[in-house]
């Protein structure tokens, strides 16, 4: 007998090239700086995201849980 596994919803699904710890698709790198911010990459997110665990990337310096705001 073949069982499916339940859909996840959409939610809850995330591309294994985006990090988990962010909303959206926040790209998983050695180092993710804001676009249009002052930080040298390699990798650049456009805001704003929000963080749903923890900040690895630093994205959300004013600690209101919202990344990359400006």
């Given at each position: 007998m073949l069982t499916q596994s339940p859909a996840l919803p959409a939610a809850q699904e995330q591309?294994?090239?985006?990090d988990s710890n962010y909303s959206g698709c926040v790209p998983v790198?050695?180092?993710v700086d804001c676009a249009g911010g002052s930080g040298n990459g390699p990798s650049y997110v456009q805001g704003p995201v929000q963080v749903l665990e923890s900040d690895i990337y630093d994205l959300d310096r004013d600690g209101n849980g919202i990344a990359c705001e400006s």
């Open positions: 591309n294994s090239s985006c790198d050695s180092d």
